[in-house]
C-alpha cells in the first residue's frame, strides 16, 4: 500500500530544534510537490510550507520563515521538515502531502502525522 510515513516528532523546549521526516513508501516523492501542514487542536489545518520537485521553490506560511526549511532527499526518498527556533504555537500534528503538479494542486497522498510539542 502506497503511503507516506512521517517520524521526528517529539517535545521539545522553546527555542529548540526538531527535524521532521517524510518518507514514501510505495510512493516517489520527487514525482510531486511535497508540503506539510500542521494542525493543532480546536484549530484549522494550515498548509506550513512545500517544495515543488519540478524546480525546487518552496512556499512557506509567514509564521515560520526564517524558522524552518525543506529539503529533499531523492537517493532517500525523503523529505526533511526542519524547525529551529521553535515557539509554543508550533505545537500541532504534522502531516506531509504528496501534491501535484505543483504546490497548491491535487494532494494524491496524506502521511499519518507526527507530533510536535513545544512546551517548558
Known amino acids: 500500500q502506497a503511503q507516506l510515513v512521517e517520524s521526528g516528532g517529539g517535545l521539545v523546549q522553546p527555542g529548540g530544534s526538531l527535524r521532521l521526516s517524510c518518507i514514501g513508501s510505495?510512493?516517489?516523492?520527487?514525482?510531486?510537490?511535497i508540503g506539510w501542514f500542521r494542525q493543532a487542536p480546536g484549530n484549522e489545518r494550515e498548509g506550513v510550507l512545500c517544495?515543488?520537485?519540478?524546480?525546487?521553490?518552496?512556499y512557506y506560511m509567514d509564521s515560520v520563515k526564517g524558522r524552518f526549511s525543506i529539503s529533499a532527499d531523492n537517493a532517500r526518498n525523503t523529505v526533511y521538515l526542519q524547525m529551529n527556533s521553535l515557539k509554543p504555537e508550533d505545537t500541532a500534528e504534522y502531516f506531509c502531502?504528496?501534491?501535484?503538479?505543483?504546490?497548491?494542486?491535487?494532494?494524491?497522498?496524506w502521511g499519518l502525522g507526527t507530533q510536535v510539542t513545544v512546551s517548558s
Open positions: 502531502v504528496a501534491v501535484r503538479p505543483v504546490c497548491g494542486g491535487v494532494t494524491d497522498y
Open positions: 510505495g510512493v516517489t516523492l520527487n514525482y510531486y510537490a
Open positions: 517544495i515543488s520537485s519540478n524546480d525546487g521553490s518552496t
